[in-house]
C-alpha cells in the first residue's frame, strides 16, 4: 500500500510540473480589456463600467484599427490604422488656398476650427474634393483600407496628438520618431505636422516630405 501511495505522489508532482511548463510556455493571454472588446463590448461600454480602465483602452484592437481617444461623453473616438501610409510625402496642392478648409496660423499649438477633435474626416474630404494632386498626405490616408474599412482619413493635428500621446508614448503602433503630416492647413503654402521625435506641433512647406497614418472614427 505504501508503494501504491509513494507512486501516486510522484504521477502527481510530474502532473503539476507539466500543467505549470505548459502555462509558462504558453502565449500570454489576451487582457482583460482586449477580451471584452473582442467578445462585443464598446468601449463606452467598458469605460461606463469603470472609468478606471480609460487609458487601458489605448493601443487595443477595434474596428480595424488600434483605439487611441474615447469621447467620455457620447462615448465617439478614434482608432489609428496599424501601420504608416507613407514614409514620406509631400500635403499637396503647395500655393493653393483650399476653399472651404479653414487656415490655422496660430502656432503653437494649433487652435481654431480645422485643428480639433472630430475635423481630420471633414479635412480630409474638402481636400480631396477641391485638389486632384496625385500623391498627397490626404490622399494616401484615404484610399487606406484596412480589415475591410475603408472610412479612413488624415487626421486634424490635434487628433494627431492624441495618437502620439496615447499610442507612440506607450509603445503602441511602430510609429517612427518623426513628422507626420495632418490634415489641417496653415495657409495657401503651409500644413501643420507633428513631431513624434518631440511630440511637438508645427506648420511647414507643402512640399516637404512628412510620414502619414490614417485614422477612422466609431
Not at 97 to 102: E, G, H, M, Q, T
Request: negative net charge; aromatic residues 12%; glycine residues 10%.
Amino acid at each position: 500500500m505504501p508503494k501504491i501511495v509513494f507512486f501516486l505522489n510522484v504521477i502527481a508532482i510530474i502532473l503539476v510540473g507539466l500543467f505549470v511548463n505548459s502555462c509558462e510556455k504558453s502565449p500570454n493571454p489576451k487582457s482583460p480589456v482586449q477580451s471584452r472588446l473582442d467578445a462585443g463590448e464598446t468601449p463606452y461600454q467598458i469605460y461606463l463600467s469603470d472609468d478606471s480602465l480609460l487609458d487601458s483602452l489605448n493601443g487595443k484592437s477595434y474596428l480595424g484599427g488600434m483605439i487611441f481617444y474615447l469621447n467620455t461623453s457620447d462615448g465617439s473616438g478614434l482608432i489609428a490604422s496599424t501601420t504608416d501610409q507613407s514614409a514620406g510625402t509631400k500635403w499637396g496642392c503647395d500655393g493653393f488656398d483650399i476653399p472651404d478648409l479653414p487656415n490655422v496660423t496660430e502656432c503653437c499649438p494649433a487652435s481654431g476650427p480645422g485643428s480639433e477633435v472630430g475635423n481630420g474626416a471633414s479635412n480630409t474630404d474638402t481636400f480631396i474634393s477641391a485638389c486632384g494632386e496625385v500623391g498627397s498626405a490626404a490622399r494616401f490616408a484615404a484610399l487606406y483600407e484596412e480589415n475591410g474599412f475603408e472610412d479612413w482619413f488624415l487626421p486634424s493635428v490635434h487628433e494627431l496628438q492624441f495618437m502620439y500621446s496615447n499610442l507612440y508614448r506607450n509603445g503602441f503602433g511602430n510609429f517612427d520618431a518623426s513628422h507626420y503630416w495632418s490634415s489641417t492647413e496653415g495657409a495657401s503654402a503651409t500644413a501643420w505636422r507633428l513631431n513624434f521625435g518631440d511630440g511637438l506641433q508645427n506648420f511647414q512647406a507643402k512640399p516637404d516630405m512628412s510620414r502619414v497614418r490614417s485614422v477612422r472614427a466609431f
